[in-house]
């Protein structure tokens, strides 16, 4: 009886492990589907208006023309509503899971949808290629924050504090930023510290992310409606840190072009 019972205990450790895994495979595969349509509205808009406003490389020495009044009207108002539209999907998502009584699948495609439309700038004005490259370090960063969250154990929470400590003192000094170029202060440097504090601070609020839809996976309380919040918390952590590192890249392939 006792080999019976303790057959029956690893089964059932077996198929918690299971039914754990399943669900975090289905969170990654909602936010890459995200991350798709994100890609696509951002190439297709930014491929449109690069044709209408003849633009090439994005280095390139030839100015953009922005005699089509029409095309450029039609970008302002692709700004404006996919700005204010990602503003208010942002306190539907979160609205609708909580009620609880509709699927947050839509809402959520919707978001994908705009942040496709506000990003289609920088595929306008920023080489495919780099753009590539950009997805391609972003994919391996997050794969390493996601595989030190697996490794970890605990609910870190120490992490997560001092991730919104550094974010927080970034931003305060952000403000006295401000004031020092008023003045015309040469705060290169200090910028450049700012940022990297806010970047390193969202990769441990990333961490601290993962790690903590791991353990709700793992407490089996992961439902189809969860798994697309846990998606929507996700994505939106891996479009921080791609527009971060683009930030960098661009500057640095800017100046090479010099």
Aim: glycine share 8%.
């Amino acid at each position: 009886m006792s080999e019976y019972r303790n057959w029956s205990n690893d089964v059932n450790v077996s198929d918690q492990q299971e039914e754990a895994t399943f669900s975090l495979v289905k969170v990654f595969g909602y936010m890459f589907a995200g991350l798709l349509i994100t890609t696509i509205v951002m190439l297709g808009l930014g491929g449109l208006f690069r044709h209408l406003f003849g633009i090439g490389d994005a280095f390139a020495e030839q100015a953009p023309d922005f005699s089509n009044n029409n095309a450029l009207m039609a970008l302002l108002i692709v700004m404006i509503v996919s700005f204010v539209g990602l503003i208010i999907m942002s306190f539907v998502v979160p609205m609708v899971l909580h009620r609880g009584v509709h699927s947050i699948l839509v809402p959520s495609i919707i978001y994908s949808v705009l942040m496709g439309a506000s990003l289609s700038t920088l595929a306008i004005f920023i080489p495919w290629y780099l753009l590539g490259v950009t997805f391609g370090i972003t994919s391996v960063i997050f794969g390493l924050l996601s595989l030190i969250a697996f490794l970890s154990k605990g609910r870190l929470n120490g992490l997560a504090i001092v991730a919104i400590g550094l974010v927080s003192g970034a931003m305060l000094i952000s403000l006295f930023l401000w004031i020092l170029m008023l003045f015309k202060v040469d705060v290169t440097w200090l910028f450049w510290v700012v940022s990297l504090a806010v970047f390193a601070g969202m990769m441990l609020i990333t961490i601290w992310d993962v790690a903590r839809i791991k353990r709700i996976a793992e407490e089996g309380a992961m439902s189809n409606n969860l798994s697309l919040y846990c998606a929507y918390i996700l994505y939106n952590d891996f479009i921080y840190i791609f527009l971060r590192v683009l930030r960098l890249l661009f500057v640095v392939f800017a100046r090479t072009k010099r």
